[in-house]
């Protein structure tokens, strides 16, 4: 006879009563895991960044043919379910547009009402994406988005510590780390004319002045790739203001 139900046996109906576990999580073989999924989690509040930038949504994707996940970034105002779905649409376009076709089936997520709205469903019906969610309580059923939030939050502190820049400019930091994961999943390598995150750059800038030996540029500090510009980086001016240019050109140490 077992005292006080123990040990505990799944056919018992006390025991299963008493439980108080949830779904049992096991490990799944890389060949066994889902393709073309689009994991979705949010992180925030974090300091207000400038632009008013306090969340961010973390993609993760997992391609369809074997390989390693693929973090996207993008940042938010708020997390309403409007400016959501905008997020998730441009990360979606910018995956099929990298691979060149459809390759985003389903998308993935909590039930937090940022995912779980008409906006995000009616977004999911004209492009054809099949929408699952966890059951609720649960974080390690969307383990891979969460995992990927906890990795770029501390690659983007590390950036921060190592630049010694203010942590309100963890937008920037965050979205760099994900195109250097991206990168290193894709077994590319980072192009030699990006510096790393903070470091010293000269910015081109447009001659307004007529006098010919004015200089000809401005000293920045670098804060990632932007990939909406053809070799555009980010980079923040002396004045304390962010901008985007092609023109971002490493200062090398005397």
Not at 19 to 45: C, M, N, Q, Y
Not at 101 to 109: A, D, E, I, P, Q
Not at 175 to 186: D, E, N, T
């Amino acid at each position: 006879r077992r005292c006080g139900h123990h040990p505990s046996q799944p056919e018992c109906e006390i025991c299963r009563l008493a439980d108080s576990r949830g779904r049992i999580h096991r490990h799944v073989p890389d060949d066994e895991k889902s393709r073309g999924v689009l994991a979705l989690d949010l992180t925030g509040p974090h300091a207000a960044a400038e632009g008013g930038w306090r969340w961010a949504l973390v993609a993760v994707f997992r391609p369809l043919e074997k390989g390693n996940p693929l973090p996207y970034v993008r940042w938010l105002l708020t997390k309403t379910q409007t400016e959501v779905t905008e997020a998730v649409a441009s990360v979606v376009a910018q995956i099929q547009a990298e691979y060149e076709g459809k390759v985003v089936f389903r998308l993935h997520s909590d039930r937090g009402k940022e995912f779980v709205n008409k906006t995000l469903h009616q977004y999911t019906l004209q492009q054809g994406l099949w929408c699952t969610t966890t059951e609720g309580s649960d974080p390690r059923a969307n383990g891979l988005a969460e995992r990927y939030v906890g990795i770029l939050k501390e690659k983007a502190r590390a950036m921060l510590l190592d630049s010694r820049l203010d942590v309100k400019f963890w937008p920037w930091a965050m979205l760099h780390a994900s195109y250097l994961l991206r990168k290193h999943a894709k077994g590319e390598e980072v192009p030699k004319d990006v510096p790393c995150f903070g470091a010293q750059v000269v910015v081109r800038q447009r001659q307004r002045d007529s006098n010919d030996f004015m200089p000809r540029g401005l000293s920045a500090r670098y804060l990632g790739v932007c990939e909406r510009i053809v070799g555009g980086s980010f980079v923040l001016y002396q004045s304390g203001s962010v901008g985007t240019t092609a023109c971002a050109r490493p200062v090398l140490s005397p």
